[in-house]
């Protein structure tokens, strides 16, 4: 992966007009979703003291999330942002709230904990779609459209990174549902900075019209189902990204829950958020440096390559002694995180002409969302008959397997991808796009 030239800068990005006035409060929203994951987690395991209890749960957020996410896009689609994200947000807000108060205390109900869950999953407020819609509305250029995304798939690391230690310095002086109660105040808190913005606002004004790029303003035919599928030559990388996004997700879904048996197998489940705190700041800075340039390789190589590196790191925690060196190992294998959702998302990008990028993008939230909801659900049931030691070597060989299928078809087959017209006629510091 040989990179070639310096793309263009993330301070170009940022000095776009009405991109601050988005952006903070949508970050803000986002943070929920690294706030609420882990405290549903650990306020389970303090309800319940069962990890089964908790695969069942933390499966249900998951599988709510991502089988009605089509059905949330669709609505903000049709209806627009300012009529359909408040009362998404309001019930999701509403239902955090309730499993504050049923898990507050050891005594909650596993029924009303997993029907409370199901709702907020199924009424999650997709902010990282929203917030990618508007960057493709108020960034025009290709070039510098790669830069945001990169930026934006390095915040959602950062978040992740925030998160847990947040979620840790409640712990200190409450139980981890205080995670939950402050997750709904940020999702609610933010979609309302989110929706009061006038990007949001302008997009909301032209959803009737879906935006068309300039490459397809020029044809005068009809073309019924050309702008609605893959190119022909390309199928194999969108389904390449799907499959690798897929298998990410199941491998970090499923290490989130280990590293919670992990610690507490030691005594010391506290320092979880500690070692995913470190994962997450190893995929922000690996981000940024994989962002901060362009790269000869094709995307589809560089992603079976970085989910190698992942996998492996993931498999070889069932190594390490000790908390601290499982943090240590995560955050040097989670260098690959951030790289690979941003790869997965410019190769789906690539792979689909423009009337086809939304729902590639959603079918790779699916795949990863998915992905973590099945890997979550099987690795409680796992650990009731096995260590956690032993489940990493197992989760990480789905992603070297996967990543290593998708490397071998794409040097058999050369490597070929799709080129749109635009891309061929106008330069480009990139030659893809990104992702969640």
Same mark, same amino acid.
């Given at each position: ?58 499966? $249900? ?14 609505? +903000? ?25 049923? %898990? ?18 199924? /009424? ?18 290709? =070039? ?18 925030? =998160? ?22 940020? +999702? ?62 199941? *491998? ?5 829950? $280990? ?17 995913? %705190? ?43 002694? =000790? ?5 240590? $190992? ?5 260098? /690959?995180?951030?790289?690979? +959702? ?8 690539? %792979? ?31 650990? *009731? ?52």
């Amino acid at each position: 992966m040989t990179p070639p030239h310096r793309a263009p800068t993330y301070r170009a990005v940022l000095r776009v007009t009405g991109v601050p006035r988005f952006l903070v409060p949508a970050l803000l929203g986002r943070l929920s979703y690294g706030l609420v994951s882990l405290a549903l987690v650990l306020s389970v395991v303090h309800t319940t003291g069962s990890y089964a209890d908790v695969g069942l749960v933390a499966g $249900l957020f998951g599988l709510t999330a991502t089988v009605l996410s089509p059905l949330r896009a669709a609505l +903000i689609d049709r209806y627009g942002p300012l009529l359909a994200l408040p009362p998404m947000a309001g019930l999701h807000g509403l239902a955090l709230v309730g499993l504050t108060a049923v %898990s507050w205390n050891p005594v909650g109900h596993l029924g009303l904990l997993a029907a409370l869950t199901s709702v907020a999953g199924a /009424c999650a407020p997709p902010l990282g779609p929203v917030t990618r819609t508007l960057w493709s509305h108020l960034v025009p250029d290709r =070039g510098l459209l790669q830069r945001a995304y990169s930026l934006d798939t390095v915040a959602e690391e950062l978040i992740l990174f925030t =998160g847990p230690l947040l979620l840790g310095a409640l712990m200190l002086v409450g139980p981890p549902s205080a995670g939950l109660a402050l997750g709904a105040s940020l +999702i609610v808190v933010g979609t309302a900075g989110l929706l009061t913005s006038p990007a949001a606002r302008a997009l909301h004004a032209v959803r009737p019209t879906p935006a068309v790029r300039p490459s397809e303003e020029k044809r005068t035919g009809p073309e019924p189902t050309a702008p609605d599928a893959p190119h022909p030559t390309a199928r194999g990388g969108f389904l390449s990204a799907v499959a690798v996004s897929a298998a990410t997700g199941l *491998t970090l879904g499923s290490a989130a829950l $280990l590293n919670v048996a992990f610690a507490e197998q030691r005594g010391a489940v506290g320092a979880v958020v500690l070692v995913e %705190s470190a994962q997450a700041a190893g995929s922000a800075l690996g981000g940024l440096a994989y962002g901060a340039l362009s790269w000869r390789t094709g995307a589809r190589t560089r992603l079976a390559l970085l989910g190698l590196a992942l996998g492996g790191g993931v498999a070889a925690a069932a190594l390490v002694p =000790g908390v601290a060196a499982l943090a240590a $190992l995560l955050f040097v294998a989670g260098a /690959c995180g951030a790289p690979i +959702i941003t790869t997965a998302y410019l190769l789906a990008d690539e %792979s689909v002409t423009a009337g086809y990028r939304t729902r590639a993008g959603n079918w790779l939230n699916t795949a990863h969302n998915a992905g973590a909801s099945v890997g979550a659900a099987s690795v409680g049931l796992f650990l *009731t008959v096995a260590p956690p030691g032993a489940g990493y070597p197992l989760v990480g060989a789905v992603l070297v397997v996967v990543s290593g299928a998708v490397l071998f078809v794409a040097r058999f087959t050369g490597g070929t991808r799709f080129r749109r017209p635009a891309e061929a006629t106008a330069p480009s510091a990139t030659s893809s796009r990104r992702r969640r």
